[in-house]
Protein backbone atom coordinates (compact mmCIF):
# COMPACT_ATOMS: atom_id res chain seq x y z
CA UNK A 1 0.00 0.00 0.00
CA UNK A 2 0.80 3.20 -0.85
CA UNK A 3 1.88 6.07 2.19
CA UNK A 4 -0.47 8.55 0.98
CA UNK A 5 -3.19 5.38 1.39
CA UNK A 6 -1.66 4.46 4.71
CA UNK A 7 -1.91 8.45 5.86
CA UNK A 8 -5.59 8.58 4.53
CA UNK A 9 -6.88 5.60 6.53
CA UNK A 10 -5.15 6.67 9.68
CA UNK A 11 -6.91 10.21 9.21
CA UNK A 12 -10.12 8.35 8.85
CA UNK A 13 -9.76 6.41 11.42
CA UNK A 14 -8.41 9.42 13.63
CA UNK A 15 -11.61 11.06 12.55
CA UNK A 16 -13.89 8.16 13.64
CA UNK A 17 -12.89 7.83 16.94
CA UNK A 18 -12.96 12.09 17.53
CA UNK A 19 -16.39 11.87 16.82
CA UNK A 20 -18.02 8.60 18.52
CA UNK A 21 -15.62 7.58 21.30
CA UNK A 22 -15.06 9.36 24.69
CA UNK A 23 -11.38 9.22 24.68
CA UNK A 24 -10.66 11.77 21.82
CA UNK A 25 -11.87 15.73 21.28
CA UNK A 26 -13.21 18.41 19.67
CA UNK A 27 -10.81 21.19 19.11
CA UNK A 28 -11.50 25.12 18.72
CA UNK A 29 -13.61 25.76 15.49
CA UNK A 30 -15.35 28.30 14.51
CA UNK A 31 -18.41 28.30 12.05
CA UNK A 32 -19.63 30.77 9.08
CA UNK A 33 -22.63 33.18 10.46
CA UNK A 34 -25.32 32.77 8.25
CA UNK A 35 -29.37 33.34 7.53
CA UNK A 36 -31.77 30.94 8.19
CA UNK A 37 -32.60 30.68 4.31
CA UNK A 38 -28.71 29.58 4.07
CA UNK A 39 -29.17 26.99 6.61
CA UNK A 40 -32.39 25.77 4.78
CA UNK A 41 -30.54 25.70 1.73
CA UNK A 42 -27.53 23.25 2.73
CA UNK A 43 -30.47 21.00 4.34
CA UNK A 44 -31.99 21.35 1.30
CA UNK A 45 -28.56 20.27 -0.57
CA UNK A 46 -28.16 17.18 2.43
CA UNK A 47 -31.82 15.91 1.52
CA UNK A 48 -30.68 16.10 -2.43
CA UNK A 49 -27.82 14.83 -2.19
CA UNK A 50 -28.41 11.82 -0.11
CA UNK A 51 -31.35 10.78 -2.40
CA UNK A 52 -29.03 10.99 -5.38
CA UNK A 53 -25.96 9.41 -4.02
CA UNK A 54 -26.70 7.65 -0.65
CA UNK A 55 -30.15 6.14 -1.23
CA UNK A 56 -28.57 3.23 0.55
CA UNK A 57 -28.45 4.95 3.91
CA UNK A 58 -32.53 3.97 4.47
CA UNK A 59 -31.86 1.16 5.81
CA UNK A 60 -32.78 1.16 9.17
CA UNK A 61 -34.90 4.45 8.42
CA UNK A 62 -37.68 4.49 5.47
CA UNK A 63 -37.02 7.80 3.04
CA UNK A 64 -40.06 8.80 4.12
CA UNK A 65 -39.60 9.18 7.68
CA UNK A 66 -36.76 10.61 7.36
CA UNK A 67 -37.88 13.13 4.36
CA UNK A 68 -40.63 13.77 7.36
CA UNK A 69 -38.00 14.76 9.73
CA UNK A 70 -36.29 16.71 7.33
CA UNK A 71 -39.03 19.22 6.87
CA UNK A 72 -40.11 19.53 10.29
CA UNK A 73 -36.55 20.34 11.19
CA UNK A 74 -36.88 22.82 8.40
CA UNK A 75 -39.73 24.66 9.71
CA UNK A 76 -37.74 25.06 13.07
CA UNK A 77 -34.56 26.88 11.90
CA UNK A 78 -35.68 30.25 11.40
CA UNK A 79 -36.45 30.04 15.26
CA UNK A 80 -33.39 28.24 16.34
CA UNK A 81 -30.21 29.54 17.18
CA UNK A 82 -27.13 28.61 15.76
CA UNK A 83 -25.96 25.68 18.63
CA UNK A 84 -29.57 24.39 18.17
CA UNK A 85 -29.57 24.30 14.07
CA UNK A 86 -26.20 22.39 14.49
CA UNK A 87 -27.52 19.94 16.51
CA UNK A 88 -30.62 19.35 14.52
CA UNK A 89 -28.24 18.51 11.46
CA UNK A 90 -26.12 15.91 14.40
CA UNK A 91 -29.76 14.28 14.78
CA UNK A 92 -30.62 13.93 11.15
CA UNK A 93 -27.58 12.33 9.98
CA UNK A 94 -27.50 10.22 13.66
CA UNK A 95 -31.24 8.59 12.86
CA UNK A 96 -29.58 7.00 9.72
CA UNK A 97 -28.01 4.19 12.53
CA UNK A 98 -24.84 3.71 11.14
CA UNK A 99 -21.70 3.85 12.87
CA UNK A 100 -19.79 5.70 10.33
CA UNK A 101 -22.14 8.06 8.84
CA UNK A 102 -21.80 11.15 10.82
CA UNK A 103 -21.85 14.89 10.92
CA UNK A 104 -17.47 15.56 11.23
CA UNK A 105 -17.71 18.36 13.94
CA UNK A 106 -13.84 18.39 14.01
CA UNK A 107 -13.64 20.30 10.57
CA UNK A 108 -16.07 23.35 10.77
CA UNK A 109 -15.72 26.29 8.30
CA UNK A 110 -13.47 28.74 10.20
CA UNK A 111 -15.86 31.48 9.39
CA UNK A 112 -16.08 35.18 11.14
CA UNK A 113 -17.79 34.37 14.66
CA UNK A 114 -16.01 32.17 17.05
CA UNK A 115 -17.88 28.47 17.67
CA UNK A 116 -16.07 27.01 20.22
CA UNK A 117 -16.04 23.23 21.36
CA UNK A 118 -15.07 22.46 24.58
CA UNK A 119 -14.59 19.29 26.50
CA UNK A 120 -14.52 18.16 30.08
CA UNK A 121 -11.48 16.87 31.28
CA UNK A 122 -12.19 13.70 32.21
CA UNK A 123 -12.72 10.25 31.04
CA UNK A 124 -16.11 8.13 31.75
CA UNK A 125 -16.80 4.42 31.19
CA UNK A 126 -19.84 2.62 31.45
CA UNK A 127 -19.33 -0.58 33.87
CA UNK A 128 -21.41 -3.38 34.33
CA UNK A 129 -22.17 -1.32 37.56
CA UNK A 130 -22.69 1.70 36.79
CA UNK A 131 -20.84 4.85 34.77
CA UNK A 132 -17.45 6.11 36.54
CA UNK A 133 -14.68 8.83 36.24
CA UNK A 134 -11.67 6.80 35.06
CA UNK A 135 -9.23 9.45 34.15
CA UNK A 136 -8.65 12.94 34.73
CA UNK A 137 -6.72 15.85 34.72
CA UNK A 138 -4.69 16.18 37.79
CA UNK A 139 -6.54 19.40 38.96
CA UNK A 140 -9.50 16.28 39.75
CA UNK A 141 -7.22 13.79 40.91
CA UNK A 142 -9.29 13.36 43.64
CA UNK A 143 -12.06 12.28 42.05
CA UNK A 144 -11.13 9.71 39.97
CA UNK A 145 -12.94 6.44 40.48
CA UNK A 146 -15.80 7.97 41.54
CA UNK A 147 -19.11 6.89 40.47
CA UNK A 148 -21.43 9.12 38.80
CA UNK A 149 -25.11 9.75 40.16
CA UNK A 150 -26.07 13.16 38.33
CA UNK A 151 -24.41 15.20 35.24
CA UNK A 152 -26.25 18.54 35.64
CA UNK A 153 -29.68 18.48 36.65
CA UNK A 154 -30.16 14.66 35.62
CA UNK A 155 -29.58 11.50 37.01
CA UNK A 156 -26.78 10.16 34.24
CA UNK A 157 -29.21 7.43 33.39
CA UNK A 158 -32.08 10.06 32.11
CA UNK A 159 -28.60 12.11 30.98
CA UNK A 160 -27.61 8.97 28.72
CA UNK A 161 -30.88 9.48 27.39
CA UNK A 162 -31.25 12.49 26.58
CA UNK A 163 -28.20 12.31 23.98
CA UNK A 164 -29.47 9.44 22.56
CA UNK A 165 -30.47 11.53 19.55
CA UNK A 166 -26.96 12.42 18.34
CA UNK A 167 -25.08 9.12 18.74
CA UNK A 168 -24.24 7.58 15.35
CA UNK A 169 -24.61 3.71 16.44
CA UNK A 170 -25.91 0.07 15.04
CA UNK A 171 -26.52 -1.94 18.24
CA UNK A 172 -26.82 -0.76 22.10
CA UNK A 173 -22.54 -1.79 22.68
CA UNK A 174 -22.04 1.11 20.17
CA UNK A 175 -24.32 3.60 22.22
CA UNK A 176 -23.04 2.30 25.20
CA UNK A 177 -19.50 3.58 24.07
CA UNK A 178 -20.03 6.35 21.50
CA UNK A 179 -22.71 8.52 24.46
CA UNK A 180 -19.68 8.49 26.42
CA UNK A 181 -17.97 10.95 24.60
CA UNK A 182 -21.13 13.53 24.38
CA UNK A 183 -21.16 13.15 27.82
CA UNK A 184 -17.40 14.93 28.16
CA UNK A 185 -19.01 17.86 25.73
CA UNK A 186 -20.55 20.41 27.49
CA UNK A 187 -22.16 21.63 23.73
CA UNK A 188 -24.05 18.62 23.59
CA UNK A 189 -25.08 18.34 27.29
CA UNK A 190 -26.46 22.34 26.92
CA UNK A 191 -28.20 21.81 23.68
CA UNK A 192 -30.07 18.71 24.89
CA UNK A 193 -31.54 20.88 27.79
CA UNK A 194 -28.81 19.35 30.68
CA UNK A 195 -26.45 22.27 31.05
CA UNK A 196 -27.20 25.89 31.21
CA UNK A 197 -23.41 26.57 30.94
CA UNK A 198 -20.47 25.27 28.72
CA UNK A 199 -17.69 26.07 30.71
CA UNK A 200 -18.60 24.55 33.90
CA UNK A 201 -20.39 21.25 34.74
CA UNK A 202 -22.03 19.84 38.24
CA UNK A 203 -21.50 16.58 38.73
CA UNK A 204 -22.55 14.39 41.79
CA UNK A 205 -20.67 11.73 42.66
CA UNK A 206 -20.47 8.78 44.81
CA UNK A 207 -16.47 7.64 46.09
CA UNK A 208 -15.85 5.98 49.34
CA UNK A 209 -19.83 5.82 49.92
CA UNK A 210 -19.10 9.54 50.37
CA UNK A 211 -21.86 11.52 48.12
CA UNK A 212 -20.44 14.70 47.03
CA UNK A 213 -20.90 17.31 44.46
CA UNK A 214 -18.54 18.58 42.57
CA UNK A 215 -17.65 21.75 39.57
CA UNK A 216 -15.78 20.74 36.86
CA UNK A 217 -14.36 23.27 34.20
CA UNK A 218 -14.44 22.58 31.14
CA UNK A 219 -11.26 23.45 28.90
CA UNK A 220 -9.83 23.53 25.30
CA UNK A 221 -6.87 21.50 25.96
CA UNK A 222 -8.42 18.83 23.87
CA UNK A 223 -5.24 16.76 22.65
CA UNK A 224 -6.22 14.05 24.41
CA UNK A 225 -6.44 11.24 21.12
CA UNK A 226 -4.84 8.03 20.92
CA UNK A 227 -5.22 5.86 18.07
CA UNK A 228 -5.39 2.35 20.54
CA UNK A 229 -7.51 4.34 23.04
CA UNK A 230 -5.37 3.39 25.82
CA UNK A 231 -2.53 5.82 26.76
CA UNK A 232 -3.53 7.93 29.88
CA UNK A 233 -3.08 11.89 28.30
CA UNK A 234 -0.19 13.73 29.94
CA UNK A 235 -1.20 15.30 33.05
CA UNK A 236 -3.95 13.07 33.62
CA UNK A 237 -4.80 10.54 36.38
CA UNK A 238 -6.17 7.76 35.83
CA UNK A 239 -7.89 4.92 38.14
CA UNK A 240 -5.37 1.93 37.47
CA UNK A 241 -1.92 2.44 39.45
CA UNK A 242 0.93 1.50 37.00
CA UNK A 243 2.07 -1.30 39.48
CA UNK A 244 -1.25 -2.84 39.01
CA UNK A 245 -1.76 -2.74 34.96
CA UNK A 246 -3.68 -5.90 33.56
CA UNK A 247 -2.24 -7.47 30.09
CA UNK A 248 -4.84 -5.37 28.07
CA UNK A 249 -3.57 -2.15 28.98
CA UNK A 250 0.29 -2.92 28.71
CA UNK A 251 2.01 -0.85 26.61
CA UNK A 252 -1.10 1.51 25.50
CA UNK A 253 0.24 3.20 22.57
CA UNK A 254 1.66 0.22 21.10
CA UNK A 255 -1.12 -0.71 18.13
CA UNK A 256 0.13 -4.43 19.33
CA UNK A 257 1.52 -6.62 22.01
CA UNK A 258 2.28 -9.94 23.04
CA UNK A 259 3.06 -11.73 26.09
CA UNK A 260 3.79 -15.59 26.78
CA UNK A 261 2.17 -16.44 30.39
CA UNK A 262 4.04 -19.61 31.35
CA UNK A 263 1.34 -20.76 34.09
CA UNK A 264 -1.14 -21.31 32.31
CA UNK A 265 0.72 -21.84 28.53
CA UNK A 266 -1.30 -18.82 27.06
CA UNK A 267 -0.06 -16.51 24.37
CA UNK A 268 -1.94 -13.24 25.36
CA UNK A 269 -1.94 -11.03 21.66
CA UNK A 270 -3.34 -7.25 21.08
CA UNK A 271 -4.46 -5.99 18.33
CA UNK A 272 -5.81 -2.52 19.07
CA UNK A 273 -5.31 -0.58 15.56
CA UNK A 274 -5.52 -2.65 12.37
CA UNK A 275 -2.86 -0.34 10.93
CA UNK A 276 1.05 -0.32 10.69
CA UNK A 277 2.68 0.46 13.93
CA UNK A 278 5.29 2.67 12.76
CA UNK A 279 7.71 0.46 10.44
CA UNK A 280 6.22 -2.62 12.51
CA UNK A 281 3.73 -4.05 10.05
CA UNK A 282 0.85 -6.35 11.09
CA UNK A 283 2.27 -9.74 8.78
CA UNK A 284 5.87 -9.45 10.42
CA UNK A 285 4.00 -8.82 14.07
CA UNK A 286 1.63 -12.44 13.22
CA UNK A 287 3.84 -14.10 11.12
CA UNK A 288 6.42 -13.75 14.78
CA UNK A 289 3.22 -14.71 16.33
CA UNK A 290 2.85 -18.70 14.67
CA UNK A 291 6.27 -18.61 14.92
CA UNK A 292 6.66 -18.29 18.55
CA UNK A 293 3.70 -21.29 18.98
CA UNK A 294 5.57 -23.34 16.74
CA UNK A 295 8.45 -23.05 18.78
CA UNK A 296 6.90 -23.02 22.16
CA UNK A 297 4.28 -24.94 24.19
CA UNK A 298 1.28 -22.92 23.69
CA UNK A 299 -1.83 -24.21 25.00
CA UNK A 300 -3.92 -21.67 24.33
CA UNK A 301 -4.00 -18.44 21.98
CA UNK A 302 -5.88 -15.94 22.99
CA UNK A 303 -6.47 -12.50 20.55
CA UNK A 304 -7.87 -9.73 22.23
CA UNK A 305 -9.82 -7.31 19.84
CA UNK A 306 -12.03 -5.60 22.39
CA UNK A 307 -10.32 -2.35 21.75
CA UNK A 308 -10.10 -1.95 18.13
CA UNK A 309 -11.88 0.61 16.60
CA UNK A 310 -10.70 -0.70 12.83
CA UNK A 311 -8.18 0.84 10.10
CA UNK A 312 -7.46 -1.21 7.35
CA UNK A 313 -9.64 -3.89 5.61
CA UNK A 314 -6.76 -5.16 3.40
CA UNK A 315 -4.55 -6.00 6.72
CA UNK A 316 -6.92 -8.38 8.06
CA UNK A 317 -5.53 -11.30 5.69
CA UNK A 318 -2.36 -11.95 7.56
CA UNK A 319 -4.27 -12.61 10.77
CA UNK A 320 -6.52 -15.31 9.45
CA UNK A 321 -3.37 -16.77 7.39
CA UNK A 322 -1.10 -17.35 10.49
CA UNK A 323 -3.99 -18.76 12.82
CA UNK A 324 -5.36 -21.06 10.24
CA UNK A 325 -1.35 -22.55 9.72
CA UNK A 326 -1.01 -22.61 13.75
CA UNK A 327 -3.15 -26.12 13.86
CA UNK A 328 -2.15 -26.97 17.06
CA UNK A 329 -3.57 -23.98 18.29
CA UNK A 330 -6.70 -23.49 15.74
CA UNK A 331 -8.92 -26.00 17.82
CA UNK A 332 -12.19 -25.40 19.61
CA UNK A 333 -11.33 -24.61 23.52
CA UNK A 334 -7.74 -23.44 22.19
CA UNK A 335 -8.32 -20.42 20.66
CA UNK A 336 -10.13 -17.13 21.82
CA UNK A 337 -10.79 -13.89 20.52
CA UNK A 338 -12.43 -11.03 22.91
CA UNK A 339 -14.30 -8.78 22.03
CA UNK A 340 -16.34 -6.02 23.29
CA UNK A 341 -18.00 -2.27 22.56
CA UNK A 342 -15.23 -0.73 20.48
CA UNK A 343 -14.97 -3.71 18.35
CA UNK A 344 -15.77 -2.09 15.13
CA UNK A 345 -14.96 -1.67 11.35
CA UNK A 346 -11.98 -3.36 10.10
CA UNK A 347 -12.36 -5.07 13.49
CA UNK A 348 -15.66 -6.32 12.71
CA UNK A 349 -14.68 -7.96 9.46
CA UNK A 350 -11.50 -9.94 10.71
CA UNK A 351 -14.22 -11.14 13.68
CA UNK A 352 -16.07 -12.25 10.47
CA UNK A 353 -13.49 -13.33 9.02
CA UNK A 354 -12.15 -15.79 12.34
CA UNK A 355 -16.09 -16.63 12.62
CA UNK A 356 -15.76 -18.25 9.22
CA UNK A 357 -11.95 -19.91 8.76
CA UNK A 358 -11.50 -20.56 12.21
CA UNK A 359 -11.98 -22.74 15.52
CA UNK A 360 -12.37 -19.65 17.32
CA UNK A 361 -14.32 -18.94 20.82
CA UNK A 362 -15.45 -15.51 21.46
CA UNK A 363 -14.83 -13.96 25.28
CA UNK A 364 -16.59 -10.68 26.51
CA UNK A 365 -18.83 -8.40 24.91
CA UNK A 366 -20.77 -8.18 22.29
CA UNK A 367 -19.12 -6.13 19.42
CA UNK A 368 -20.50 -2.63 18.46
CA UNK A 369 -21.50 -3.16 14.69
CA UNK A 370 -23.62 -5.48 12.68
CA UNK A 371 -21.75 -8.34 10.64
CA UNK A 372 -22.80 -6.92 7.23
CA UNK A 373 -22.77 -3.34 7.25
CA UNK A 374 -21.96 -0.02 5.54
CA UNK A 375 -18.62 1.07 5.78
CA UNK A 376 -16.28 3.36 4.00
CA UNK A 377 -17.62 6.69 3.56
CA UNK A 378 -16.99 10.08 1.35
CA UNK A 379 -17.24 13.42 2.57
CA UNK A 380 -19.74 16.18 1.73
CA UNK A 381 -19.56 19.42 2.63
CA UNK A 382 -22.74 22.07 2.91
CA UNK A 383 -22.37 24.48 0.42
CA UNK A 384 -22.71 27.98 3.15
CA UNK A 385 -21.87 26.57 6.70
CA UNK A 386 -18.90 24.15 5.21
CA UNK A 387 -20.46 21.13 7.52
CA UNK A 388 -18.92 17.73 5.99
CA UNK A 389 -20.48 14.98 6.53
CA UNK A 390 -19.25 11.44 6.47
CA UNK A 391 -21.33 8.84 4.26
CA UNK A 392 -21.19 5.58 4.31
CA UNK A 393 -21.59 4.21 0.55
CA UNK A 394 -19.67 0.55 0.67
CA UNK A 395 -21.66 -2.62 1.75
CA UNK A 396 -19.37 -5.17 3.53
CA UNK A 397 -21.30 -8.17 3.28
CA UNK A 398 -19.23 -11.23 4.68
CA UNK A 399 -22.35 -13.62 5.54
CA UNK A 400 -25.45 -14.69 3.82
CA UNK A 401 -27.64 -11.11 2.91
CA UNK A 402 -30.17 -13.04 5.13
CA UNK A 403 -27.86 -12.86 8.09
CA UNK A 404 -29.51 -9.78 10.18
CA UNK A 405 -27.00 -9.92 13.30
CA UNK A 406 -26.66 -6.62 15.04
CA UNK A 407 -23.48 -7.83 16.59
CA UNK A 408 -20.92 -10.58 16.75
CA UNK A 409 -22.23 -12.19 19.97
CA UNK A 410 -19.56 -13.94 22.50
CA UNK A 411 -20.13 -17.66 23.23
CA UNK A 412 -18.82 -16.98 26.70
CA UNK A 413 -20.56 -13.42 27.79
CA UNK A 414 -18.31 -11.65 30.30
CA UNK A 415 -18.95 -7.90 31.80
CA UNK A 416 -16.17 -5.72 33.67
CA UNK A 417 -17.61 -4.25 36.99
CA UNK A 418 -15.19 -0.89 38.13
CA UNK A 419 -13.78 -2.98 40.66
CA UNK A 420 -12.58 -5.44 38.30
CA UNK A 421 -11.05 -2.17 36.54
CA UNK A 422 -9.63 -0.27 39.31
CA UNK A 423 -7.77 -3.65 40.87
CA UNK A 424 -6.31 -4.39 37.50
CA UNK A 425 -8.21 -7.37 36.94
CA UNK A 426 -9.47 -9.31 33.62
CA UNK A 427 -12.77 -11.31 34.09
CA UNK A 428 -12.23 -11.95 30.64
CA UNK A 429 -8.71 -13.46 31.21
CA UNK A 430 -9.82 -15.19 34.22
CA UNK A 431 -13.10 -17.06 32.48
CA UNK A 432 -11.01 -18.48 29.42
CA UNK A 433 -8.34 -19.64 32.21
CA UNK A 434 -11.26 -21.27 34.38
CA UNK A 435 -13.89 -22.36 31.88
CA UNK A 436 -13.87 -25.44 29.90
CA UNK A 437 -15.08 -25.67 26.47
CA UNK A 438 -18.08 -27.55 25.72
CA UNK A 439 -18.76 -29.34 22.32
CA UNK A 440 -20.30 -26.56 19.59
CA UNK A 441 -23.97 -25.90 20.86
CA UNK A 442 -24.66 -25.80 16.63
CA UNK A 443 -22.89 -29.10 16.03
CA UNK A 444 -25.17 -30.34 18.66
CA UNK A 445 -28.25 -29.11 17.56
CA UNK A 446 -27.71 -30.04 14.35
CA UNK A 447 -27.04 -33.78 15.46
CA UNK A 448 -30.34 -33.72 16.86
CA UNK A 449 -31.70 -32.26 13.75
CA UNK A 450 -30.48 -35.46 11.66
CA UNK A 451 -31.63 -38.16 14.41
CA UNK A 452 -35.03 -36.36 14.43
CA UNK A 453 -35.26 -35.54 17.82
CA UNK A 454 -36.07 -31.93 17.66
CA UNK A 455 -37.66 -31.84 21.46
CA UNK A 456 -34.30 -33.02 22.45
CA UNK A 457 -32.50 -30.15 20.61
CA UNK A 458 -35.40 -27.25 21.86
CA UNK A 459 -34.60 -28.81 25.60
CA UNK A 460 -30.78 -28.88 24.94
CA UNK A 461 -30.80 -25.12 23.72
CA UNK A 462 -32.93 -23.68 26.37
CA UNK A 463 -30.83 -25.49 28.90
CA UNK A 464 -27.80 -24.05 27.05
CA UNK A 465 -29.06 -20.43 27.22
CA UNK A 466 -29.91 -21.07 31.05
CA UNK A 467 -26.17 -20.03 31.76
CA UNK A 468 -25.17 -16.60 32.09
CA UNK A 469 -21.97 -17.40 30.36
CA UNK A 470 -24.25 -17.88 27.60
CA UNK A 471 -26.50 -15.06 27.86
CA UNK A 472 -25.24 -12.85 24.90
CA UNK A 473 -25.17 -15.88 22.88
CA UNK A 474 -29.24 -16.21 22.33
CA UNK A 475 -29.28 -13.74 19.66
CA UNK A 476 -26.62 -15.16 17.60
CA UNK A 477 -28.04 -19.02 18.56
CA UNK A 478 -31.46 -17.85 17.00
CA UNK A 479 -29.96 -16.36 13.94
CA UNK A 480 -28.20 -19.55 13.07
CA UNK A 481 -31.00 -21.87 13.69
CA UNK A 482 -32.82 -19.18 11.23
CA UNK A 483 -30.47 -19.59 8.77
CA UNK A 484 -30.17 -23.30 8.82
CA UNK A 485 -33.77 -23.22 8.26
CA UNK A 486 -32.98 -21.32 5.09
CA UNK A 487 -30.27 -23.58 4.25
CA UNK A 488 -32.66 -26.54 4.17
CA UNK A 489 -35.29 -24.70 2.51
CA UNK A 490 -32.55 -24.13 -0.60
CA UNK A 491 -32.02 -27.69 -0.42
CA UNK A 492 -35.90 -28.61 -0.66
CA UNK A 493 -35.54 -30.50 2.73
CA UNK A 494 -39.03 -28.05 3.80
CA UNK A 495 -40.54 -30.24 5.85
CA UNK A 496 -37.38 -30.49 7.84
CA UNK A 497 -36.79 -26.39 7.57
CA UNK A 498 -40.31 -26.02 8.99
CA UNK A 499 -39.43 -27.89 12.05
CA UNK A 500 -36.38 -26.10 12.34
CA UNK A 501 -38.36 -22.60 12.26
CA UNK A 502 -40.58 -24.72 15.16
CA UNK A 503 -37.84 -24.47 16.64
CA UNK A 504 -37.23 -20.92 16.71
CA UNK A 505 -40.30 -20.00 17.70
CA UNK A 506 -40.43 -22.56 21.06
CA UNK A 507 -37.01 -21.06 21.81
CA UNK A 508 -37.95 -17.48 21.26
CA UNK A 509 -41.27 -16.88 21.33
CA UNK A 510 -41.01 -13.26 21.39
CA UNK A 511 -38.54 -13.00 18.48
CA UNK A 512 -40.87 -11.16 15.31
CA UNK A 513 -38.50 -12.85 12.77
CA UNK A 514 -38.57 -16.15 14.26
CA UNK A 515 -42.44 -16.54 13.36
CA UNK A 516 -41.91 -14.28 10.12
CA UNK A 517 -39.19 -17.22 9.08
CA UNK A 518 -42.12 -19.55 10.29
CA UNK A 519 -44.90 -18.19 8.47
CA UNK A 520 -42.27 -18.22 4.97
CA UNK A 521 -42.11 -22.06 5.76
CA UNK A 522 -45.64 -22.84 5.32
CA UNK A 523 -45.77 -20.75 2.26
CA UNK A 524 -43.10 -23.02 0.49
CA UNK A 525 -44.93 -25.93 1.54
CA UNK A 526 -47.94 -24.26 -0.02
CA UNK A 527 -50.01 -24.05 3.56
CA UNK A 528 -51.01 -20.46 3.08
CA UNK A 529 -53.98 -20.28 5.53
CA UNK A 530 -50.81 -21.46 8.36
CA UNK A 531 -48.52 -18.79 6.66
CA UNK A 532 -51.30 -15.97 7.60
CA UNK A 533 -51.55 -17.52 10.69
CA UNK A 534 -48.27 -16.70 11.73
CA UNK A 535 -47.44 -13.89 9.66
CA UNK A 536 -49.90 -12.30 11.85
CA UNK A 537 -48.05 -13.52 15.26
CA UNK A 538 -45.18 -11.67 13.50
CA UNK A 539 -46.97 -8.62 13.27
CA UNK A 540 -48.38 -8.77 16.84
CA UNK A 541 -44.52 -9.12 17.93
CA UNK A 542 -43.46 -6.32 15.85
CA UNK A 543 -45.78 -3.97 15.45
CA UNK A 544 -44.67 -1.36 13.38
CA UNK A 545 -41.20 -2.38 12.43
CA UNK A 546 -39.30 -3.86 9.15
CA UNK A 547 -40.47 -7.58 9.85
CA UNK A 548 -43.97 -6.37 10.21
CA UNK A 549 -44.13 -4.70 7.02
CA UNK A 550 -42.49 -7.72 4.88
CA UNK A 551 -45.20 -10.05 7.19
CA UNK A 552 -48.00 -7.44 6.46
CA UNK A 553 -46.91 -7.65 2.36
CA UNK A 554 -46.82 -11.49 2.57
CA UNK A 555 -50.22 -11.58 3.68
CA UNK A 556 -51.32 -8.98 0.99
CA UNK A 557 -49.52 -11.15 -1.67
CA UNK A 558 -51.01 -14.74 -0.31
CA UNK A 559 -54.83 -13.35 -0.19
CA UNK A 560 -54.24 -11.33 -3.79
CA UNK A 561 -53.19 -14.53 -5.17
CA UNK A 562 -49.90 -13.57 -6.82
Avoid at 78 to 86: A, F, G, T, V
Avoid at 208 to 236: D, R
Wanted: hydrophobic share 35%; charged share 25%; with cysteine.
Amino acid sequence: MQLYEEIRIYIDMKNQYLLISLFFSLAFTKIQSQTPTEWQSDLQYLQQIIHSKYNNLFYNITSDDWDKNVIEFNTQIPNLEKDKILAGFIKLIAQFHIGHTQVNTSNFHAGSNNFQFTRLPYKLYWFSDGVYLIEADKAYEKIVGSKILKIGHQNIEDAIETLRPFVSYENEQGFRDNVMFFLASPYFLKAQGILKDINEISLTIRKNNIEEQVQIKANTNNNIFSPTGLSTPTNWVSTIQSNNTPLWIKEPIAFRYMEYIPDTKTLYVRHSVTLADGNKSIESFFTNMADFIDKNEVQKLVLDVRMNGGGNNTLNKPIITNIVKSRTINQKGKFFCIIGRRTFSAAQNLVNELEKYTEVTFVGEPTSENVNFYGDTRTETLPNSKLQINLSWLWWQNFAATDKRKATYPQLAVDMSFADYQNGIDPVMNVINTTAIQTNIETDLRNYVTQGKFEDAVSKAKEYLKDPLHRYFKEELEAKINAYGYLLINQNKSDVANKIFKMNIDLFPESANAWDSYAESFMVLGKKEDAIKYYEMAIAKDKDGATADNSKKQIEKIKSGN
